[in-house]
């Protein structure tokens, strides 16, 4: 996996007003309570913050996600949806940003809990 290095600086590196996402998008468990968020992003020369929440389909808050200086281009983690009744679709809202600039740039995708054959 390749990461953010100060001391060996990525080639391709993207100053922070041009960083962006490349790929995002969801796998959900078989157990229909947790997620997998797949994110991609251009090689950056400052770590971003990122933003990501999941809403219902009434735009209700599922789950929520900070991480305070990314250092991976590309990562999955795991999202636990705190719904008590499981809806067929999500939408999944993620931002990119640095505390001296602001939002850079944003991405959403919608998903479903049930595995397309």
Known sequence: MQRFNPFQ???DA???EEVRFLNVHV???PDGR????????????QPPNLE????????????????????DFQFVLTMHLRD????????????????????I???SCKFSLTQEE
């Open 105 to 107: 740039t944003q991405n």
């Open 27 to 29: 796998e959900p468990w």
């Open 52 to 71: 990501m929440v999941i809403l219902d389909q009434q735009g209700r808050e599922v789950s929520h996600i900070s991480i305070i200086e990314n250092i």
């Open 14 to 16: 993207l100053p922070p």
């Open 84 to 103: 008590p009744e499981p809806q067929p679709e999500y939408r999944l809202e993620v931002e990119l940003s640095y505390p001296d600039k602001g939002t």
């Open 34 to 45: 947790r997620v997998r968020v797949h994110v991609r992003l251009t090689p950056f020369q």
């Open 9 to 11: 600086p990525d080639e």
